[in-house]
């Protein structure tokens, strides 16, 4: 039996269809699935944000939509991602992973995060120790936002 092919892509969205493809996941996976209504919404960092589109090539499909997120500077000292969404039948092929590693690197080589020392998230609580093994560390308490459990994680800048 031989095994199938699965290839992940991580791009910047920087062109109107792949920010609509990432629009597109996010409502699928944020707005439909889990009931947020902040996905789909435009909010006062859309303007400065920077958006993620992950794709996927098999051997039945190719540049198929299947995770986006965003990210943005907070503060001088502080980047945050967010709005993280990997379609569900999708979910177990690292993408999310993917995601943010490729996140991190924009933010930690980029001149314009250069005053940047941590990268910040509000995960979904039952989400946090898909964070926890990539390197971020809770801080502060549960809360909720849009009714649903959510906990702050960060990540310091790498020393090396």
């Not at 980047?79 to 379609?87: E, F, N, Q, T």
């Amino acid at each position: 039996m031989t095994e199938k092919r699965a290839e992940v892509t991580v791009i910047l969205a920087k062109t109107k269809e792949e920010k609509d493809l990432g629009q597109s996941v996010r409502t699928q996976v944020l707005d439909k699935e889990m009931g947020f209504s902040v996905a789909s919404g435009i909010d006062d960092y859309d303007q400065i944000c920077s958006y993620l589109l992950a794709t996927l090539t098999t051997d039945e499909v190719t540049d198929l939509p299947v995770g986006s997120l965003r990210f943005f500077k907070y503060s001088p000292t502080l980047a945050k991602i967010g709005r993280v969404a990997v379609l569900k039948e999708h979910r177990k092929l690292g993408i999310g992973k993917k995601m943010i590693l490729f996140s991190e690197n924009v933010i930690w080589t980029s001149p314009e995060f250069s005053e940047v020392k941590q990268i910040g998230l509000n995960s979904m609580y039952d989400k946090r120790e898909f964070y926890l093994r990539l390197g971020y560390r809770i801080e502060g308490e549960m809360f909720l936002e849009e009714d649903s459990p959510h906990i702050f994680v960060v990540k310091d800048r790498p020393t090396n």
